[in-house]
């Protein structure tokens, strides 16, 4: 047992202690007269509270409200509320210093002792004293309520325990919460009562202690109790309902002990004192189990947490929070299956049904107040490895029972253990130890013999199974791939000391956990990604789609291989993370109880497949789930893909942003349309120009009315007519200089002649008029200026006079060359969507393909798969469980020489000279020996012998019909091994009983299952009768007849359904036949049209399904009719209506014999007597009335006319005629 | 293992089938190995360029050798150049040479020469010879491993447990040991099928494992367990990292037979695989017995 520090503070003395009993709090009631409450989770100071005036000693949390009280030695109780941070009110009664303060668990009451020798019972509600037990007659130390009763303990210095019933008092406040509103008269009547000590009398004074008594506690559950004292002895006493006594003492503290606690769930007692040590007892045995000492600190105060396996002690310097034991149930999972350890039991969990088997007592093992560390499964010998940490680290290897789904079992043979401080299996027959304190690593096999012994590479914590033949070592500050055999290290990783590592389930991926990162690796140890986390991280499981599920104490998070992390959901409690399946994660909690959460695991799928570029899983997503947010749009944006989180937006503000981030004109189009401010047009304007988009361009400038730019875009582009709007534009809006550009950009000289002489520039206008040659206007201009041309000197110009700039093409409406805008996948498949729905735009040619091609090939097969192999499962699961029980079990490991060859090679071994040997048995022999199936000898390949016992048993004489049958049987029998290199392969034969122990009773593999031909061919036989393609059908009955002749079944109840089989398949082949020959007659003579009809009516005579034999018999009934064979016709009519028809079908039945009523007439004589029952003989087509020779089919009993025999049958193509059979053997 | 094997990871991917990756490891390996293990890496490195079909290459640098070790490559290269473009006429004389070369009283000293030759004879078919050649071996992984075969073929399980076992004295768990365990597992059936599983499993965990020889043992490991899923998704795998690989093709042909594929399918494996291989056992069995079949039924009469 250790102690687990979970936190400390530091302060002054600390004398009282309390945890609340939801939050992760807990109070400190100081020597200084402070109270502190800390987040012992976080290790943050929350608050302070300082009002006593002097050492604070009693404190405790209200457990429902948000109350506490505290006690100290100014002599005051003093009610807080935290919420509101601040003491509520102040009780005062108490003489002297008071020592300890406990709410009540149910009524609004507050227990203190005091130094004053008394015990005052409070309530809170109406803030008065409702008791006061007298009776110690030294200072009060310690008194508690009972948790249930109506009892009180305290403990004093008078060397006393004492025992209080206060039913009294409860009955007189049976409605204690009336008491703040009663009315004061009653509270009056009240008083006298109180002090008259009626309500708490002592029921027990407990003698025993020498010295003072520090410290007393009720048993939660149990009439005990548990009291320390300066005497250094902590003494355990029982009650019942008369007396109480002492039941034994644990000495051993060798100062005072200050405080003794029960556990509250295990059978220990917690004590401290000031010799500066915790100390747990075992209860029963009352022996000291651990010792934790401290050398400066002596220890004042000691608690229990209320819910949870944590305990606080108050000491000189500050207060410490820990645990007895890790809560971790040491566990493995394996495929569908969990493995682990809870009450001594090893549980094994299957995911699948979620049974829950304790399936072996580890009782025996390690140490009885130590739980597992670890568990390392093996699954290939059924074993477990063990460690603990008894005696500096122990494992146990423990062999499985079988069967899981028995009882727990004592652990059978003898229990292999060493020391080790972890140990896992590294391949089916070996596992690794690692000595942590020599730093060596064992190999040792399954008998714990050492195998092999080496030192570790450097300084080695703790060893992980990392596949076959290697281990991960985790160092102190790397984690290093380590192959043992060759002793070499493969790859190293830095990383904070990893206390559990996590495989993928195809170990290509690696988590490793450290207490604050978690890194993220591929099998050779290469990093993909580290994360840091705030909270100490407790657990993980791979997802099937390769994210990290882990937990931390209070979430559980994801974390992508590439890096990318966030929570899932958030935790009550720290669970330990199993398995990640769909949407729920299976978790082991605190108490080891199996359990699944339920998460919604769309959010990081989602960002899975946009990582991996999986674009119809994100567009999947997408359409199916309603992730919505903006810290989703915010990471699509981040990760670089805009056009994604475009869809995502409603907001038009940021659709704008975002449609420009990935160049989506239109839809910035419509949005800025729809913001319409200023800065959006311009930004649009901007990309539209980058994009070369000059139509959108100009829009966005004419609604920001950019003019200039919009002369210029016209100017570039050609558009003559809209710079002449322009240049109207700019005269009515007055702006000169406008007008005066776009009649330059115009080449207007007129205009700009006239605009100069507009705003009085009078010798430019000249000058330009002059210059482009405007004689009149230039004349005119100086006229109206009043001067001639000799007053006036022009400058020289050396130049001609510019021209304006001309676009050489107008556009027009018609675009620049648009920029490449990279339409991705998710712009086409939206755009898509918007058109013509989800489907065509991105399910490629392939996902057709591939659905025809299934369509095709399948054929309800995967339905039947799963049907077969069940039935073969069953099989097997017979015939070992036969071997069980029934001691068949020949295991052939130990077998003895098996051919007398074996003496004769080892002479020849042991002389140099060489013999080369024999050949043995080939695996076919042993299977024709075997069998007496013909089925069988065509898998062995022994056609000849087939053939014999065909042709023996069912009178198989036209072989040719079967060849690809028993070639096709034949190539499935035996598969090709690649064994040394460039040597031939070799083969191996594939057995049916697979699971007999015995490789000399094989038999072969069933490649025509009669599953497979009862269910599959038979379905698509009856779909092609039904589709009328007849001669396709009687292909198929035809071909099932065959192969049915070499199938094997397992037993007679099989074989005689195969044998109805046959017989289905016989009356199908003949029938069709019969229509095929009815169909290709020309109905042109009377011969035929007889003909026609004795078809038709034999082929009622066919024992077919009832919906084939509806066809036949309407047909039939619709021929004879329409041939005006009207009695016959109502014959079959009549029979068609004892099937049952449908409506339609029956109505015309009926019509029928209506007619048949008037005219009960045959216009043609058939050769057909309804009322003589016969047979159809199947060369003929002719009937064969009962009574009348017959020959029939060797295999499928067709009936056949006398003259017929010796011929092979044309049913099934391959008996004779009349041929000698002793019948069809099927099953071995 | 008191002495770390130089060769080890060499040995491993050998076995695995891993050729290119032996090619690899000898290189990076090679400035550091001892003079015996140069040796025995020089034999791997041919061997693997054999398997992979690279004759030319071998011939290239053993044509001048005299050593047994590279005589006997030499004649494996020739021969299975040969049997590559049907040469018979060759292929008859580097048999004979072979069976020359296994004469040699010196040839106990060269294992891997051994191995070679009796791979050459056993190529042939002359799976007495090629026993004989390796019948006096020392502890050498690769003889036991062609010992075994040669004795599954000769379908002499008993020898080939005992082989096995004796193997278990001094080579321990050595992958190449596992490997022939396996082969032996396969033909026993029953829970040895389950622990050959387990040996191929964990050879499949391990890197470099994914070849044809890997994939193709699993496949034929769960044909046998009738997990024919399964088997089908190693197939798959072998397939797409080659298409003509004979084994593959023939273990795909089971398969779709057994799990009633259509003809189509089974017709596509049937003629591909005549394509690649048309010499492989495989094809001359199935003509074999297709000839069989005809002079068999030519014995029943039919009137007709």
Aim: aromatic share 10%.
């Amino acid at each position: 047992m250790r102690m687990l520090t979970k936190f400390e503070s530091k302060s002054n003395r600390v004398k009282g202690v309390a945890f609340h009993p939801k939050r992760p709090w807990i109070l400190a009631a100081l020597h200084n007269g402070c109270i502190q409450l800390w987040d012992y989770r976080m290790g943050t100071l929350l608050e302070r509270f300082d009002e006593h005036d002097g050492p604070v000693r009693g404190i405790s949390f209200h457990p429902t409200q948000p109350l506490f009280v505290s006690a100290g030695d100014d002599y005051k109780i003093k009610v807080w509320n935290y919420k509101s941070r601040r003491c509520l009110f102040t009780l005062n009664g108490h003489l002297d210093y008071v020592r300890t303060v406990f709410f009540h668990h149910e009524y609004p009451w507050i227990i203190s002792a005091s130094d004053d020798q008394t015990i005052r019972i409070w309530n809170w509600q109406s803030r008065n004293c409702i008791a006061i037990l007298t009776g110690h007659n030294h200072y009060v130390m310690c008194a508690q309520f009972h948790p249930k009763e109506d009892l009180v303990v305290s403990a004093s210095m008078d060397l006393t325990v004492r025992v209080w019933d206060i039913s009294g008092l409860r009955k007189k406040n049976q409605a204690p919460q009336a008491n703040a509103y009663e009315d004061p008269f009653m509270r009056q009547n009240q008083q006298p009562d109180l002090f008259g000590n009626t309500d708490a009398v002592v029921k027990y004074v407990l003698e025993g202690h020498d010295r003072g008594v520090n410290w007393v506690s009720f048993h939660p559950t149990l009439p005990l109790i548990v009291s320390a004292g300066d005497d250094r002895q902590v003494k355990l006493w029982r009650m019942n309902d008369t007396k109480a006594w002492e039941v034994d003492t644990c000495r051993g503290h060798f100062n005072n002990v200050l405080c003794a606690i029960f556990h509250p769930r295990q059978e220990f007692i917690l004590s401290n004192g000031e010799d500066k040590s915790v100390r747990v007892w075992d209860m029963s045995k009352r022996t000291a189990v651990a010792t934790f000492r401290r050398d400066q600190d002596r220890f004042w105060i000691l608690t229990a947490h209320p819910e949870l396996n944590l305990f606080a002690a108050g000491h000189d310097n500050g207060l410490i929070v820990f645990k007895l034991e890790r809560e971790r149930p040491a566990y493995q999972v394996y495929q569908n299956q969990l493995f682990y350890v809870k009450d001594k039991f090893l549980h094994a969990l299957d995911f699948t049904n979620n049974t829950d088997n304790p399936i072996l007592s580890i009782r025996k093992s390690g140490n009885q107040y130590t739980q597992p560390r670890s568990l390392s499964y093996n699954p290939a010998e059924k074993a477990v490895l063990i460690t603990s940490t008894v005696d500096g680290g122990t494992y146990e290897l423990l062999n499985l029972p079988k069967d899981f789904s028995g009882e727990a079992s004592e652990p059978s043979g003898d229990i292999r253990r060493g020391s080790g401080s972890s140990a896992v299996f590294i391949a089916r027959n070996r596992f690794a130890v690692l000595d942590a304190t020599n730093q060596q690593i064992q190999v040792r096999d399954l008998s714990n013999t050492v195998t092999k012994s080496f030192k570790t590479p450097t300084q080695v914590n703790e060893i992980f199974y990392a596949g076959t033949s290697n281990l991960l070592l985790a160092t102190p500050n790397s984690v290093i791939l380590y192959d043992v055999q060759q002793r070499r290290t493969i790859a190293e990783i830095n990383t904070p000391p990893v206390k559990y590592v996590i495989w993928s389930n195809d170990m290509s991926m690696v988590a490793l956990l450290s207490k604050h990162t978690i890194t993220i690796a591929n099998k050779n140890l290469e990093q993909s990604c580290l994360t840091h986390e705030t909270i100490r991280v407790k657990s993980g499981a791979w997802d099937d789609a390769g994210v990290f599920i882990y937990c931390t104490l209070n979430h559980i998070k994801y974390v992508l291989p590439q890096g990318d992390n966030g929570i899932i959901r958030t935790l009550e409690q720290p669970v330990y993370l199993t398995r990640v399946k769909g949407k729920g994660v299976h978790v082991l909690d605190r108490d080891g109880k199996p359990r699944v959460i339920a998460i919604d695991p769309t959010e990081y799928r989602f960002k899975l497949a946009l990582v991996k570029k999986n674009f119809d899983e994100v567009l999947h997503i997408i359409r199916t789930s309603n992730l919505v947010g903006q810290s989703i749009i915010a990471y699509l944006q981040k990760k670089g893909y805009p056009e994604v989180a475009l869809h995502f937006v409603r907001e038009e503000k940021t659709r704008f942003e975002l449609a420009i981030e990935c160049g989506n004109l239109e839809v910035a189009v419509e949005t800025a349309k729809a913001i319409d401010k200023q800065e959006i047009w311009i930004k649009l304007g901007m990309e539209a120009l980058r994009q070369g988009n000059h139509q959108v361009v100009e829009m966005s400038y004419q609604r920001v009315q950019n003019f200039d730019r919009l002369s210029f875009i016209y100017l570039i582009t050609g558009n003559k007519d809209k710079l002449n709007k322009m240049m109207k534009i700019a005269e009515l809006r007055g702006d000169q200089m406008s007008r005066f550009h776009n009649a330059l950009y115009l080449d207007d000289v007129a205009e700009r002649v006239k605009l100069l002489r507009e705003v009085g520039q009078l010798p430019m206008a000249y000058l330009t008029a002059k210059t482009y040659g405007m004689v009149e206007e230039a004349e005119e201009i100086l006229a109206s200026a009043g001067m001639t041309e000799e007053e006036i000197t022009l400058p020289q110009m050396e130049q001609q006079p510019l021209q304006p700039v001309k676009a050489l093409q107008n556009f027009g409406n018609a675009n620049w060359p648009l920029l490449p805008v990279a339409e991705s996948f998710f712009e086409r498949a939206f755009s898509a969507e918007g058109q013509n729905g989800y489907h065509d735009a991105e399910t490629n040619g392939f996902d057709d393909l591939a659905a025809e091609w299934e369509a095709r090939d399948d054929f309800g097969m995967s339905a039947l798969d799963i049907n077969g192999r069940d039935v073969e499962e069953d099989i097997d699961m017979a015939l070992t469980g036969g071997n069980e029980d029934g001691g068949w079990d020949l295991d052939i490991d130990v077998s003895v020489p098996m051919e007398p060859e074996v003496a004769e090679a080892e002479a020849a071994a042991a002389s140099t000279e060489f013999v080369a040997p024999t050949p043995g048995l080939n695996e076919s022999a042993i299977w024709v020996g075997n069998s007496a199936v013909a089925g069988d000898h065509v898998a062995a390949g022994s056609f000849e012998t087939a053939m014999q016992i065909l042709n023996r048993q069912a009178g198989i004489v036209n072989f040719a019909p079967l060849k690809p049958l028993f070639l096709s049987i034949y190539q499935a029998t035996r598969v090709s091994l690649p064994a040394n290199a460039s040597a031939p392969s070799i083969f191996y034969h594939l057995r049916r009983n697979y699971n007999d122990q015995d490789y000399r009773r094989a038999l072969p593999v069933t490649v025509n299952s009669f599953e497979k031909i009862s269910t599959r061919d038979l379905q698509v036989a009856y779909a092609l009768t039904k589709g009328g393609k007849f001669q396709n059908a009687t292909a198929q009955f035809k071909s099932m007849l065959q192969t049915l002749l070499l199938t094997v079944v397992a037993n007679q109840t099989e074989a005689e359904e195969v044998k109805q089989l046959i017989h289905v398949c016989r009356e199908y082949v003949l029938g069709l036949s019969m229509e095929q020959a009815r169909r290709s007659l020309a109905q042109e003579s009377p011969e035929e049209n007889q003909r026609m009809l004795e078809l038709a009516a034999y082929f009622t005579n066919c024992d077919l399904q009832p919906q084939h034999l509806q066809l036949a018999l309407q047909s039939a009934a619709q021929l004879c009719f329409k041939k005006e064979n009207i009695s016959s016709a109502a014959f079959f009519a009549r029979r068609l209506l004892e099937t049952n028809p449908p409506p339609k079908v029956a109505q015309m039945a009926r019509q029928i014999q209506a007619a048949a009523d008037r005219n009960p007439n045959d216009a043609i004589s058939l050769d057909f007597d309804q009322f003589n029952p016969f047979t159809v003989c199947a060369a003929s087509f002719t009937p064969i009335y009962k009574g009348s020779p017959s020959i029939q089919c060797s295999y499928c009993s067709a009936q056949y006319k006398t003259d017929y025999e010796g011929t092979v049958c044309k049913v099934c193509e391959v008996a004779k005629v009349g041929g000698n059979a002793s019948g069809l053997r099927l099953f071995v | 293992m008191e002495s770390v094997d130089e060769l080890f990871a060499v040995r491993n991917l050998f076995a695995l089938g891993s050729y290119r990756a032996v090619i690899n490891e000898i290189a990076s390996l090679r400035s550091t190995l001892s003079d015996a293990a140069q040796q025995e890496a020089m034999v791997f490195q041919y061997r693997s360029l054999v398997a992979l079909g690279e004759f030319d290459k071998v011939l290239q640098d053993v044509a001048t050798g005299t050593s047994l070790e590279q005589q006997a490559i030499k004649a494996l290269a020739t021969y299975e150049k040969a049997k590559a473009s049907h040469v018979a006429a060759t292929m008859e004389a580097e048999v004979e040479k072979a069976q020359e070369l296994a004469q040699d009283e010196a040839l106990e000293e060269f294992p891997n020469a051994q191995v070679v030759l009796a791979t050459v004879l056993l190529n042939h078919g002359l799976v007495d010879d090629a026993l004989a050649a390796i019948h006096k071996r020392s502890k050498h992984l690769e003889s036991s491993a062609l010992a075994v075969q040669l004795y599954l073929q000769l379908d002499r399980l008993d020898l080939a447990r005992k082989e096995m076992s004796d193997l278990k004295h001094w080579a321990e768990d050595a992958m190449p040991a596992q490997m022939l365990d396996a082969w032996v597992y396969l033909r026993l059936g029953g829970d040895k099928y389950q622990q050959a599983f387990y040996i191929f499993e964990e050879f499949a965990q391990s890197n470099n494992a994914n070849t044809l020889k890997v994939l193709n043992s699993q496949a034929v490991n769960y044909l046998a367990l009738a997990q024919y899923p399964e088997a089908e998704s190693c197939l798959q795998e072998a397939l797409r990292l080659n298409s003509n690989d004979p084994d593959t093709l023939i273990n795909s042909l089971v398969l779709a037979t057994l799990t009633n594929k259509s003809e189509e399918i089974t017709s596509k494996y049937t003629s591909q695989l005549k394509q690649v291989a048309p010499e492989h056992p495989f094809v001359h069995d199935l003509d074999q017995k297709a000839n069989l079949f005809d002079r068999a039924a030519a014995k029943y009469t039919v009137s007709a």
